[in-house]
C-alpha cells in the first residue's frame, strides 16, 4: 500500500466474483505465482471465499473505477464478476 492510500478517502467495492466451473485450483496457481496482480490506485482490503459454492467477495477501494476493467482482464479467464460501490 501506498502512502497515498492514506492521504485520500477511496470509495469502497464490494467485488462478487463467481469462479467459472473447474477454475477453483487454476485461480489460486494462478495467484500464488503472480498475486492478486492489481493495478497502481486499486487496493485490497479483505476477502471471504465460499469453496461450496464457488464464490469469492472481495472489499477493495479506489478512486478510479476504470481499474477494476484493467485488474478484471488478468482474471475474465477463470471468474465472472460483479462490483457494487459501498455507499
Given at each position: 500500500?501506498?502512502?497515498?492510500?492514506?492521504?485520500?478517502?477511496?470509495?469502497?467495492?464490494?467485488?462478487?466474483?463467481?469462479?467459472k466451473?473447474?477454475?477453483?485450483?487454476?485461480?489460486?496457481?494462478?495467484?500464488?505465482?503472480?498475486?492478486?496482480?492489481?493495478?497502481?490506485?486499486?487496493?485490497?482490503l479483505?476477502?471471504?471465499?465460499?469453496?461450496?459454492r464457488?464464490?469469492?467477495?472481495?472489499?477493495?477501494?479506489?478512486?478510479?473505477?476504470?481499474?477494476?476493467?484493467?485488474?478484471i482482464?488478468?482474471?475474465?479467464?477463470?471468474?465472472?464478476?460483479e462490483?457494487?460501490?459501498?455507499d
Amino acid at each position: 500500500m501506498t502512502s497515498q492510500k492514506y492521504s485520500e478517502k477511496l470509495k469502497k467495492y464490494m467485488v462478487v466474483e463467481r469462479f467459472k466451473p473447474n477454475c477453483f485450483e487454476q485461480i489460486y496457481a494462478r495467484y500464488n505465482v503472480r498475486g492478486r496482480m492489481l493495478p497502481e490506485g486499486l487496493y485490497f482490503l479483505h476477502s471471504w471465499v465460499n469453496k461450496e459454492r464457488n464464490i469469492c467477495f472481495q472489499l477493495m477501494e479506489t478512486n478510479d473505477q476504470a481499474l477494476f476493467a484493467v485488474w478484471i482482464e488478468q482474471w475474465q479467464d477463470l471468474t465472472d464478476f460483479e462490483i457494487f460501490p459501498i455507499d
